[in-house]
């Protein structure tokens, strides 16, 4: 099993940024794709970024969040980090990082990771 814990939520104004960090622990060498997705109330869990951790390169972003979001990694610290700019109220969700064991890429779909963490709340205040 994997186990994630998340960090980095809080509450900021529209424009302003936050960073969020998520910390693997457990069977990690199984992993193959970490990623960020977010749920507002009364909305479907979507995809906000994804990023492989193995050696081969291969980033997605939702169209909402390009050009503002940065998923970056740290593979000797089994981490994954996500810096949000440019932050809108729109953006407001529980933050969840997960993991996934598949071997294809890009790994994008929610249902596509195995093991999540218990989230970490955002609020963008306009």
């Known amino acids: 099993q994997v186990q994630l814990v998340e960090s980095g939520g809080g509450f900021v104004q529209a424009g302003g940024s936050l960073r969020l960090s998520c910390a693997a622990s457990g069977r990690t060498n199984t992993i193959r794709s970490l990623g960020w997705f977010r749920q507002a109330p009364g909305k479907e869990r979507e995809t906000v970024a994804t990023?492989?951790?193995?050696?081969?390169?291969?980033?997605h972003y939702a169209d909402s969040v390009k050009g503002r979001f940065t998923i970056s990694k740290d593979n000797a610290k089994n981490m994954v980090f996500l810096q949000m700019n440019t932050l809108k109220p729109a953006d407001t969700a529980v933050y969840f990082c997960a993991s996934s064991t598949l071997q294809r890429l890009p790994t994008t779909r929610p249902d596509e990771y195995d093991y999540w963490g218990p989230g970490t709340q955002v609020t963008v205040s306009s």
């Open positions: 990023i492989s951790m193995i050696n081969i390169i291969s980033v």
